[in-house]
């Protein structure tokens, strides 16, 4: 089993500092909804986020929709061997159900997280496909019992990801982490927590590169393109 932590997203509901703010609140009428009930959206909020702390890493929930598309949609996770959660800037975990469908459409994802905020699970009834609580990467780690963990970033050892992939495969898993922000670093928190980063490229790639890339090779090192293949 492979855990993937899509770590310190940019994915939030509108700060109170900024709720005020006439980007935020002409968004939000057109939404008909309250600003505190949106997503932090550089799209429609860029002006108002001037003056908020780590701008630069705050405001993209896109970066969370590609990547958890990129997840779900593996043969890996149809075979029941990924677990994916997403770690945000405020540390709240959002778990993951394997058989989740996200929508393809952003505006539709937004709405979808939206409700998860409010309800704290989506569905509230029968078979959760998300849920969310406050919980810190340290938390999270401790409940999955992996000690193998590895932090992809752009300022760890230089290492093909085909000799990472294989690490984990030798240990029948582990957890792998990757960033979910747009620009900057890892957190100290939370780079501290992995032994293990390393840089797969020379240049940054998107999220959803690196989620699609690690999980490809992954399921090489298992031999399931030709377990599937028959």
């Given at each position: 089993m492979?855990n ?25 009428q ?16 860029h002006s ?8 630069e ?15 779900l ?9 990924l ?9 709240k ?12 459409n ?9 409700q ?7 569905p ?9 609580e406050?919980?810190?990467m340290?938390?999270?780690i ?12 752009k ?8 000799e ?6 030798r ?11 747009p ?8 780079i ?7 840089s797969?490229?020379?240049d ?5 590169i ?15 393109p030709e377990?599937?293949?028959?």
């Amino acid at each position: 089993m492979l855990n993937l932590i899509i770590a310190e997203t940019a994915l939030e509901l509108v700060p109170k500092k900024i709720q005020k703010h006439p980007a935020v609140t002409k968004h939000a009428q057109r939404m008909d909804k309250k600003p505190c009930q949106l997503l932090l959206d550089r799209s429609y909020h860029h002006s108002a986020m001037k003056n908020l702390d780590n701008a630069e890493k705050r405001g993209r929930p896109d970066i969370a929709h590609r990547s958890l598309l990129a997840a779900l949609g593996t043969p890996l996770n149809k075979e029941g061997l990924l677990s994916v959660f997403v770690h945000t800037t405020e540390n709240k975990i959002i778990c993951v159900n394997p058989k989740t469908r996200l929508p393809r459409n952003y505006s539709r994802f937004v709405g979808l997280i939206e409700q998860l905020y409010k309800e704290g699970k989506v569905p509230k009834e029968n078979s959760v496909l998300l849920s969310l609580e406050s919980m810190n990467m340290t938390s999270l780690i401790k409940e999955l019992k992996t000690p193998y963990i590895v932090a992809l970033t752009k300022i760890g050892d230089p290492k093909p990801l085909e000799e990472i992939v294989k690490s984990f495969s030798r240990r029948q898993g582990g957890t792998v982490i990757v960033g979910g922000f747009p620009h900057g670093h890892f957190n100290k928190d939370v780079i501290n927590i992995a032994a293990h980063r390393f840089s797969i490229d020379k240049d940054t790639l998107d999220a959803h590169i690196v989620v699609s890339r690690i999980l490809y090779e992954y399921e090489k090192a298992l031999g399931l393109p030709e377990k599937r293949l028959g």
